[in-house]
């Protein structure tokens, strides 16, 4: 069970939440590719909440948009933008409820407001305005290395993550690849990039929402794999695996230890060699307090929402391996052959 | 033997995001085209919108039955399969159809579409996957009846994923697009609360990005998991979690059960025949000493991991009783061991 939050945390909580209220939502829809449909979702829904009677407007659109976007636009009302920029001052002055602004990636020309396009909606969202929005995987940061290695090519134009992630909705616009468009493997590597950057974005937002209504959950839709390292695991194996089943489960990997006070120096050596293994291989490593190895293990485990705790083979019976099987109802344990070592 | 047809597969997360829509779309696009498009099941749940989409298309009657005293309809199978079209559009991938009138699924009724060289588009929501049923209770509460085994899934040419943000979708219920008016506020608070949507919305799009990447990368079988299969209702779940750590990680997939007789009891059965489907090879041993048989089992089938279920509680008598799985861990140190959770709420 989680511990009661403390008065001060509330009130941050209050006032952040306060502050999200005053802001306009920001949805953005998410592509894999130019030409999947993206831009014609958005406007599309924009349409149909001016039909409901929202009062939106169009802000910024692609100079080679479809026709079909065209005949959308040409329907609502459009704020020209000034030499590409988005017309900030326009906007604030003529204050709609909802705006529809396409490319999120788009560097403005100097002398603009701000050097980035982003930062203009984040201006608009300040305002109360709501804005709908639309973006390719390619411009996004933090994924322009895994698109870079799929093409070969990187878009000069991107977006930081975070603020796809803060963004209240996104929606993923998903078709199989069209193989006329391009060479069909990479496309599909794409897609698969842009949905499991959705399913993270989708789990951040639900853990949020979790926190804030103060839901403890012990559980998750994403496998979570924890390899517990001692002084005789076969550490190599057991990372290895771990590795191996994150990255096919798309799910997260963590490493720790219990700490242990009184270890010979020969263990201590395998030990530190154990864990030099996990910093190589990039892991996270965390260190957990000395005392019962069984009810660190199960308290740390529980409070990572961990789906799989990956262990050494006990040694000897009536172990505490034994004891935390016995205890770990909520999530798999896999158990490891040891090396040849001791 | 004409060539099979290929299956589309339109994947949301509830009712109501627009997958029945999407499929629609598609098949309007082919109409256009001058496919030879018919509908054999369309479910129109009353919403306009996706009536609409209907308009042009040729529909396939359906079949009249009756059941328990009660008025049912289902696709024709008989009769699509004589119209012979180039693709059939086919509602709601999962339903059962009425007992004692040709096969238990829909999905047996498409596969025998594809066999006659029928292309298929279909809908499906994640939740009726077989292997996300236990997960899927867990995070909602909710048990789902009809369900998919994965394998039909993965066959599909392609799974595409109809996504809409649940606070979307909880907009058009309330709305009443979904559901009648009546039903729209109790959906809000059971099923559709937003905490369910989005987990159910993140397997969706988790489970997309798995087809997609099981279509690239060709498998290359290194594990084989053996799954120990006992008549305790926990095996279900058991089965489940093998396979599906089995198919993530493009390994085979055993099962064997230990029976101290020569006939095995109905809950056995159950669980074997439920493998099966799940297309897992069972085999079952006569013994008494389950764990040297399971190791012996495991060792002599090249087996790379051994999954069995938590032991059943010992009784106070009996505490220092060794269980089952304490005695295969210790015959099988050399073996890698999983001790799978029991999923509980």
Not at chain 2, 141 to 150: L, N
Not at chain 2, 264 to 273: E, P, T
Not at chain 2, 309 to 324: C, Q
Request: proline residues 4%; aromatic residues 6%; contains cysteine.
């Amino acid at each position: 069970m989680k511990a009661r939050p403390d008065p001060d945390q509330l009130l941050r909580r209050v006032q952040a939440e306060e502050q999200r209220e005053r802001r306009g939502r920001l949805k953005v829809f998410l592509g894999y590719a130019p030409r999947v449909g993206k831009s014609l979702r958005m406007f599309d829904e924009g349409r149909r909440r001016k039909e409901r009677g929202q009062d939106v407007v169009v802000a910024a659109v692609q100079e080679k948009s479809s026709d079909a976007v065209r005949e959308i636009v040409g329907r609502l009302e459009n704020i020209a933008t000034v030499a590409g920029a988005i017309d900030l001052p326009a906007i604030f002055r003529r204050r709609p409820e909802v705006c529809l602004i396409d490319e999120l990636a788009f560097d403005n020309p100097a002398g603009s407001a701000h050097p980035y396009r982003w930062q203009d909606v984040e201006a608009i969202l300040k305002q109360g305005i709501a804005v709908i929005s639309a973006i390719n995987v390619q411009h996004i940061r933090e994924q322009q290395d895994a698109v870079e290695a799929i093409t070969g090519k990187r878009a000069a134009r991107s977006i930081p993550q975070k603020f796809l992630r803060e963004a209240e909705e996104i929606e993923v616009v998903d078709a199989p690849p069209d193989v006329s468009n391009g060479d069909g493997r990479s496309l599909a590597e794409l897609r698969e990039l842009a949905l499991l950057l959705a399913a993270d974005v989708v789990d951040y937002q639900l853990q949020q929402y979790l926190d804030s209504n103060g839901v403890a959950a012990h559980w998750g839709t994403q496998e979570r794999i924890l390899v517990c390292l001692t002084p005789r695991s076969n550490a190599a194996d057991m990372l290895q695996s771990g590795q191996r089943n994150a990255r096919r489960f798309h799910g997260a990997l963590l490493v720790a230890y219990v700490a242990q006070t009184g270890l010979n120096a020969a263990d201590q050596e395998r030990l530190d060699a154990n864990l030099a293994l996990a910093h190589d291989l990039g892991a996270e490593v965390h260190r957990l307090p000395p005392g019962n190895f069984a009810d660190a293990l199960l308290a740390f485990a529980r409070e990572q929402r961990i789906t799989q705790l990956f262990l050494g083979h006990s040694q000897r019976d009536r172990s505490p391996v034994e004891r935390l099987i016995d205890l770990a109802e909520d999530f798999d344990v896999r158990l490891f052959p040891h090396g040849q070592v001791g | 033997m004409s060539r099979r047809g290929s299956l589309k597969v339109y994947l949301g997360y509830a009712a109501g995001v627009g997958k029945t829509y999407r499929m629609l779309e598609e098949a309007q696009a082919l109409h256009a085209r001058g496919v030879d498009v018919v509908i054999g099941y369309f479910e129109p749940h009353g919403r306009q919108e996706t009536i609409a989409k209907t308009q042009g298309l040729e529909v396939v009657p359906r079949r009249r039955l009756t059941y328990g005293g009660a008025q049912f309809e289902e696709m024709d199978l008989a009769a699509v399969l004589a119209r012979r079209p180039a693709f059939a559009v086919v509602d709601e991938f999962a339903h059962s159809n009425i007992p004692g009138t040709g096969n238990e699924k829909r999905w047996q009724d498409v596969h025998a579409l594809l066999d006659a060289g029928i292309n298929v588009l279909t809908t499906m929501n994640v939740q009726h996957l077989e292997s996300l049923n236990d997960e899927v209770w867990q995070v909602t509460g909710i048990r789902v009846r009809e369900t998919v085994p994965d394998w039909v899934v993965d066959e599909a040419d392609e799974v595409v994923l109809v996504d809409l943000t649940p606070r979307a979708l909880r907009n058009r219920i309330e709305r009443g697009v979904v559901y009648a008016p009546e039903k729209a506020g109790r959906a809000l608070d059971n099923f559709f609360a937003e905490a369910n949507l989005t987990a159910l919305r993140e397997f969706a799009i988790r489970h997309t990005a798995h087809e997609v990447e099981d279509k690239l990368f060709a498998p290359h079988r290194e594990e084989r998991i053996l799954i120990c299969l006992t008549g305790r209702p926990s095996s279900a779940n058991l089965i489940r979690r093998g396979k599906r750590v089995a198919d993530y990680l493009h390994g085979d997939c055993l099962a064997v059960h230990i029976s101290p007789g020569p006939v095995c009891d109905q809950a056995v059965q159950r669980h074997i025949s439920f493998a099966r489907n799940l297309r897992i090879q069972t085999h079952v041993i006569e013994g008494e000493d389950v764990p040297s048989l399971i190791a012996g089992f495991a060792r002599t089938h090249k087996v790379t991991q051994i999954f069995m279920g938590r032991s059943a509680p010992r009784p106070w008598w009996n505490r220092f009783k060794e269980t089952v799985v304490q005695q295969v861990v210790r015959m099988a140190r050399d073996m890698q061991i999983t001790i799978v959770a029991e999923r509980r709420r």
